[in-house]
């Protein structure tokens, strides 16, 4: 990948330093909390209408085309929830909440639209890195005990929970180790390495040790194994695919969280089949054995947007208390309220993403690459672009390197 060049850039529109500012808050609040991450993406909204304005009384007001995919299969996935509504089995409250839950998909197109310079991508990644350094900072400093204003109260500090939780912490930590990791040749050389390899030490073991998320451990273990793939000469890489397996069996060992953890699923699977749904594996099994039974009733269109929790309560679930919103699972959710239609919108926009990147320079191609396997691997147990803040991270990461292919 070229080095940034130092030449300065005049935005073609008068309001892009505030569509900076909207930028940078974005990526900085993702890592700070959900009501953080409201706020900015209030002034994303804001700094779109303010460059559309600023072009249109410019006379510059055009369609303009990226050459993506992406956008295109956005659009159409999000119209085909959109239309869901019409049929919706869903309350009257939630069908839309739920569609503007699905809908946060338009952070992503909207990052690159706010855009207009290759140094402007790489600033908003480096805003990412930076809040979620602090996360990675603070999380060992509630570990060593130190008390933290900022932190969150409902976890204990032993298990370093700064804003997020269990689950979505490890998993931003490891996606900000995938931006350093494979965008390293941006850093100068005279901090590079002391900067790549102080992030990977206490962000690794950090994820494996202090960390108590499952599933930020898995995604841990695929992004070692993909850093480690794309550094082998090809004829090795087919090793690669034994790496996570070697390195969860090498942790077990020396990880008691990450050995409990692992048990732990083991153990659930064995209490579901004994009619047992007390536990969290036990309840993910029957939102999944809930869901494929919805979508036997309704293969092809669904039961509309925000129709989830309420065949779940039909179909006779085991949570009868408080139900969730969604099945943990991303795949099954748009199966459920879009049917094997909305399905197959979801696919086609991971396909686009994997199409698109290969316009990409290599290190942001394998860094966008990566983040798209993250994201799959994590939806196969979690709706991670269905949450708010988690979805918002993702979109952001993926819309800032889709425009590190911009003018310089």
């Known amino acids: 990948?070229?080095?940034?060049?130092?030449?300065?850039?005049?935005?073609?529109?008068?309001?892009?330093?505030?569509?900076?500012?909207?930028?940078y808050c974005l990526a900085v609040s993702v890592s700070m909390g959900v009501a953080l991450v409201s706020i900015s993406k209030l002034l994303v909204v804001l700094a779109i209408l303010a460059k559309l304005v600023s072009l249109w009384r410019a006379g510059e007001l055009r369609w303009a085309r990226s050459g993506y995919f992406t956008f295109t299969a956005i659009a159409i996935g999000l119209a085909w929830l959109y239309l869901s509504l019409l049929w919706s089995e869903g309350g009257d409250g939630e069908r839309m909440v739920s569609f503007m839950r699905h809908a946060r998909l338009w952070v992503l197109p909207a990052v690159y639209y706010l855009i207009e310079t290759r140094r402007d991508a790489f600033k908003v990644l480096v805003a990412l890195v930076i809040g979620q350094i602090f996360v990675v900072a603070s999380s060992w400093l509630l570990w060593l005990g130190v008390p933290l204003p900022w932190a969150l109260t409902v976890y204990h500090s032993s298990m370093g929970v700064v804003f997020a939780s269990t689950l979505e912490q490890p998993v931003m930590s490891t996606l900000m180790l995938v931006i350093l990791w494979f965008l390293?040749?941006?850093?100068?050389q005279k901090w590079r390495q002391a900067v790549v390899m102080l992030a990977v030490v206490l962000t690794i073991t950090n994820v494996f040790f202090v960390m108590t998320g499952r599933t930020g451990y898995l995604v841990m273990l695929l992004a070692i194994s993909l850093a480690i793939y794309w550094l082998l000469p090809?004829?090795?890489?087919p090793v690669a695919v034994l790496l996570p397996i070697?390195?969860?069996?090498?942790?077990?060992?020396?990880?008691?969280?990450?050995?409990?953890?692992?048990?732990?699923?083991?153990?659930d699977v064995l209490e579901y089949q004994k009619g047992s749904f007390d536990t969290s594996q036990a309840q993910r099994l029957d939102y999944w054995v809930k869901s494929l039974e919805a979508i036997q009733d309704k293969p092809l269109i669904g039961h509309g947007a925000g129709s989830w929790r309420m065949n779940y309560i039909r179909l006779g679930g085991a949570d009868k208390v408080n139900p969730p919103s969604n099945p943990h699972q991303q795949f099954l959710l748009w199966a459920v309220e879009g049917g094997l239609l909305g399905l197959a919108f979801l696919?086609?926009?991971?396909?686009?993403?994997?199409?698109?990147?290969h316009r990409l320079d290599s290190a942001?191609?394998?860094a966008l690459r990566a983040t798209l396997a993250i994201t799959i691997l994590m939806g196969m147990m979690n709706c991670p672009l269905f949450g708010a803040g988690m979805g918002e991270f993702i979109f952001l990461i993926m819309g800032a390197l889709l425009a590190t292919k911009q003018r310089q």
Not at 4 to 21: E, I, W
Not at 234 to 237: D, G, Q, T, V
């Open 1 to 23: 990948m070229q080095r940034l060049d130092n030449a300065s850039f005049k935005s073609p529109y008068l309001t892009h330093p505030f569509s900076m500012a909207a930028l």
């Open 184 to 188: 390293r040749a941006e850093i100068p």
């Open 234 to 237: 090809k004829k090795l890489r």
């Open 246 to 267: 070697v390195m969860a069996i090498s942790l077990s060992f020396v990880s008691t969280r990450f050995q409990t953890k692992m048990a732990e699923i083991k153990r």
């Open 347 to 357: 696919l086609a926009i991971f396909a686009m993403i994997y199409h698109d990147s």
């Open 364 to 366: 942001a191609q394998q």
